[in-house]
């Protein structure tokens, strides 16, 4: 190791123990400590990791571990190029040279971020579970370079956390609102304030830095900026990628068209005819590191046919709805599919397996929600329900998915108005979708 690589590692290692936690906005998500076990902090660039490691550091430091304790390394640091994973065990070497009362008699809490960088990383984190007395957070942006490596050396000793952009209960904490006990028993005031928080999450997405009200001139320019380190960072130059006309222009394609059938090769065909010269298993591995960086994902049809699965088309859901309101050429035009995005998002939140339903008479209800102990929800998302169009279109369409599935339960959630005086048919549920993304996250 050179100098110059054990200079910085002195350096951010005094850092790492003095430094004052930054102050953030509480996630609904465990940070427990799991003897025995390395927590994988995975999700996609700005989503909040890093802010998640400092979360969990301050609920320690709140419990009264001394600060000394409690370290945050980033290995994303140009100073750190060249550290080689058998020089990892420098960072021991000295924190315990300053520390020695602390080795093997407290345990010490390490949250190393994007340590993926650093290939073989994983040894270094099993022999220190296997010699210190540690607990290890890992973070990293891609879903395949983490969850590869711990399913190799570090099997049966982590478990993966991810992190997503804000849900609506952690947006409404992030704007000072306090988050009901029970979102169906509020006061005419605050169902007001949660309509109006409701809308403008809707609008401005989820992304934690992008929220901020101050930076709301910057807002698109911020995530499409988001959009640009994923496409250049996390897919163009870990992958060698050399044709960034085409993925340019397959990303641009995504992030414009949430919520929507995907077919890679319509898309090929239409490259084609507009003189984009790329194969079609190109575009099939550039969506494959897209979805490893998080930025979007894909539902299949749900159906136990392998061959209809191969058949019908994919639907695609980016990250955050956010995304694409910044990509979008005119305001508002595609709300119905932003809505539909977010619910994607907020049951891939809660655990649910999903895949869309198209009946026989090629009907479709957006998901089918499986949680993870076998129970079925036919989740149908209606942006708008005063029409009696709308009304029977939806609901002749959940009529027949629940012949084809009758032992899901079928729920029907509004992000507008709910008709007064209209009832639903027995067995159907409908709720405000600002109420229920208001619910306890295990509920």
Request: charged share 30%; net charge neutral; aromatic share 8%.
């Amino acid at each position: 190791m050179n100098d110059r690589i054990l200079s910085a590692i002195r350096e951010k290692l005094g850092d790492a123990v003095s430094f004052e936690l930054p102050p953030h906005t509480p996630r609904d998500i465990d940070t427990d400590e799991v003897p025995g076990k390395v927590r994988a902090v995975i999700g996609m660039r700005r989503a909040g990791k890093t802010t998640f490691l400092f979360q969990c550091l301050a609920d320690r430091l709140a419990a009264g571990i001394e600060r000394e304790r409690l370290l945050y390394f980033n290995f994303e640091d140009e100073r750190l190029e060249g550290l080689q994973a058998a020089d990892l065990g420098v960072l021991l070497d000295e924190y315990y040279r300053a520390y020695p009362q602390h080795r093997r008699s407290q345990r010490v809490t390490w949250c190393f971020d994007e340590i993926q960088l650093i290939p073989g990383w994983e040894k270094f984190i099993r022999r220190m579970l296997d010699s210190e007395k540690v607990e290890i957070f890992v973070s990293g942006s891609s879903a395949k370079m983490l969850s590869r490596e711990i399913a190799t050396t570090l099997r049966g000793r982590a478990l993966e956390t991810m992190i997503t952009p804000f849900s609506l209960r952690e947006f409404g904490r992030a704007h000072g609102r306090k988050i009901p006990a029970d979102p169906y028993v509020l006061s005419a005031r605050e169902v007001s304030a949660w309509e109006a928080c409701f809308e403008s999450y809707l609008e401005i997405g989820g992304f934690p830095e992008a929220s901020r009200a101050d930076l709301a001139p910057q807002r698109a320019e911020l995530l499409q900026g988001y959009v640009e380190s994923v496409l250049f960072r996390d897919v163009a130059e870990r992958h060698g990628i050399a044709n960034l006309v085409a993925l340019r222009a397959f990303v641009r394609q995504l992030v414009r068209q949430p919520a929507r059938s995907f077919s890679v090769s319509k898309m090929h065909a239409d490259f084609r005819s507009r003189g984009i010269g790329v194969a079609k298993e190109t575009l099939l591995a550039f969506l494959d590191h897209l979805e490893d960086a998080f930025l979007c994902f894909t539902l299949p049809v749900a159906t136990d046919s392998e061959r209809r699965r191969q058949v019908n088309p994919r639907k695609l859901y980016l990250a955050d709805h956010g995304l694409a309101a910044a990509h979008q050429v005119r305001a508002h035009t595609d709300r119905g599919f932003h809505v539909e995005n977010l619910v994607a998002c907020e049951l891939l939140r809660r655990g649910h397996a999903l895949a869309y339903v198209k009946t026989s008479s090629s009907r479709e209800v957006d998901f089918l929600a499986t949680t993870r102990e076998g129970e079925q929800t036919l989740v149908q998302v209606v942006d708008d329900l005063g029409s009696a169009d709308t009304r029977e279109r939806e609901l002749t369409a959940l009529a027949e998915a629940s012949e084809e599935h009758p032992d899901a339960e079928r729920l029907l959630l509004v992000s507008g108005p709910i008709p007064r005086g209209w009832q639903a048919p027995k067995g159907l549920a409908v709720q405000a979708l600002w109420r229920w993304l208001l619910r306890p996250l295990h509920s």
